[in-house]
C-alpha cells in the first residue's frame, strides 16, 4: 500500500475486495477506467488500482524488464512477490477481508505477479483474472482455495497467446479452477470484449475455502 494507490470504489463495510495491478511503465491511474466499468457489478467490493514500488522510465514496475530473459524472469518474479503479497495484505487489513474474498486483477505485468501469487504457499486471493500475462514459470500447484481467469488477445506481439493457452492446459492438469477467455484481433491491450468477460468471470462465486 502506498500513498499512488487509487481508490475507485469504497463501500462503508465491504465484503470483498478487487485490487488492480498495472503494467511495466504505467502508473495506477492506467487502469481506473477498467476499475470503474467493473464497479457497478461489484456493489459491495472495496476497488482499488495499486502501483507498483519501483520506479521504470515515466511509470512504474514490479520487476526490472532490463536485460531480461526466459532464465532470469522467474528469479526476478519470485524477488518481487513478497512485496506484492504484502501490498495486497495492507488492503485485506484495511477492510478486514480474508483471501476468500479476495479478487486480483493484473495486466501484462500485474497478470503475472498475480499469477504467481498463486504458486506460494499461502496464496492471497481466492481468485485471479490475468490480462494479456503470464506465467513466469510453468505453474508448479494448483489450490482448491484459488481460481484462475486467464483473458488474452489472439494478436498479442508482447505476451503471445500461446502462454495462455499452455499455462491454461497445464494448471487443468495439475487440477486447478482455470478458464481462458480470447478474443481474435485484440493486440496487448482491453477493450470492451475483455471488460464483458472479466464481468461474466465475477459472476462466478469464489471458492469456498481460502485464508
Do not use: K
Given at each position: ?51 507498483a ?43 478486514g ?61 508482447v ?20 478458464t481462458l ?31
Amino acid at each position: 500500500m502506498n500513498n499512488q494507490d487509487v481508490i475507485i470504489q469504497q463501500p462503508a463495510t465491504p465484503s470483498q475486495l478487487v485490487l488492480l495491478f498495472h503494467g511495466v511503465g504505467s502508473t495506477a491511474r492506467h487502469l481506473v477506467p477498467l476499475a470503474e466499468a467493473l464497479a457497478p457489478h461489484l456493489p459491495e467490493a472495496l476497488i482499488v488500482s495499486v502501483q507498483a514500488p519501483d520506479a521504470s522510465g515515466p511509470g512504474w514496475q514490479w520487476f526490472s524488464v532490463g536485460g531480461i530473459t526466459e532464465a532470469n524472469r522467474p528469479a526476478r518474479v519470485a524477488a518481487a512477490t513478497p512485496g506484492f503479497v504484502d501490498a495486497v495484505n495492507q488492503w485485506q487489513q484495511t477492510c478486514g477481508v480474508s483471501a476468500a474474498q479476495t479478487t486480483l486483477i493484473g495486466f501484462s505485468q500485474g497478470a503475472i505477479m498475480s499469477l504467481e501469487s498463486t504458486q506460494i504457499g499461502n496464496p492471497p486471493a481466492a481468485r485471479v483474472i490475468a490480462l494479456s500475462g503470464r506465467f513466469a514459470q510453468a505453474p508448479r500447484v494448483a489450490l482448491a482455495s484459488t481460481r484462475v481467469h486467464l483473458i488474452h488477445g489472439d494478436t498479442d506481439a508482447v505476451i503471445p497467446v500461446r502462454l495462455a493457452v499452455e499455462a491454461s492446459a497445464q494448471l487443468q492438469a495439475l487440477g486447478a479452477q482455470v478458464t481462458l477467455d480470447h478474443f481474435a484481433g485484440l493486440g496487448h491491450g482491453i477493450d470492451a470484449r475483455v471488460v464483458d468477460a472479466i464481468v461474466h468471470r465475477l459472476e462466478d462465486a469464489l471458492p469456498a475455502s481460502g485464508r
